[in-house]
C-alpha cells in the first residue's frame, strides 16, 4: 500500500511539474515558429529583424526557424549554437528575473556575437544600461527553468 501511495505521489510530483515546464524554445501560442518567423541569422547579416518565408525552413530543438534566403537557412544548419538568440528567443530582461516573456522582433541586441531579444525596444534599452549583470543572472536562470544544462 505504501509502495502504490509512493508511487502515486511520485507521478502527481512529476505532472504538476510538467504541467508548468516551458519549452526551451519561444514559439508563441499558436504555431511553432522560433523568433514568430523572424530570420535568426538576419540579425547577425543585416543587423535587423527580417522576416522568414515557408520556403526556407528547418527544425531545430522542437522549433521551426524560417529564414529569408537559402544562404541563411545554410548558416544556421552548420551551426545553430551560434545564430539562435539566448535564453530560447525568451525576453532576455524577463528571464533575468527568471520570467519567460515574449518579445517584439526589433528589439535586440548583439553581445559578444550572440543575440539577445527583448520584450520591446524600451526594455531593451533598460536592459543595456546594465547588460552584464543580467546575462549573468539570464545564464544562471535559463537552464534552471527548462532544464538544460547550459544555455545557448
Given at each position: 500500500?505504501?509502495?502504490r501511495l509512493a508511487t502515486l505521489l511520485t507521478l ?53 526557424w524560417y529564414f529569408s534566403s537559402q544562404a541563411h ?31 517584439d522582433e526589433e528589439a535586440f541586441s548583439i553581445v ?41
Amino acid at each position: 500500500m505504501l509502495k502504490r501511495l509512493a508511487t502515486l505521489l511520485t507521478l502527481l510530483t512529476l505532472t504538476t511539474f510538467s504541467a508548468f515546464a516551458k519549452d526551451p524554445i519561444e514559439t508563441g501560442t499558436f504555431n511553432n515558429k522560433a523568433i514568430y518567423g523572424y530570420d535568426t541569422v538576419a540579425y547577425f547579416t543585416m543587423n535587423k529583424a527580417v522576416k522568414g518565408t515557408d520556403e526556407f525552413t528547418y527544425s531545430w530543438r522542437g522549433a521551426d526557424w524560417y529564414f529569408s534566403s537559402q544562404a541563411h537557412k545554410d548558416l544556421f544548419v552548420a551551426e545553430p549554437e551560434k545564430y539562435a538568440p539566448q535564453y530560447g528567443g525568451y525576453c532576455a530582461y524577463a528571464m533575468s528575473a527568471g520570467r519567460f516573456v515574449g518579445i517584439d522582433e526589433e528589439a535586440f541586441s548583439i553581445v559578444d556575437d550572440k543575440l539577445y531579444l527583448n520584450y520591446s525596444k524600451g526594455v531593451r534599452d533598460d536592459w543595456m544600461e546594465n547588460q552584464a549583470e543580467f546575462i549573468k543572472k539570464a545564464n544562471k536562470h535559463y537552464p534552471e527553468k527548462v532544464g538544460l544544462t547550459d544555455v545557448n
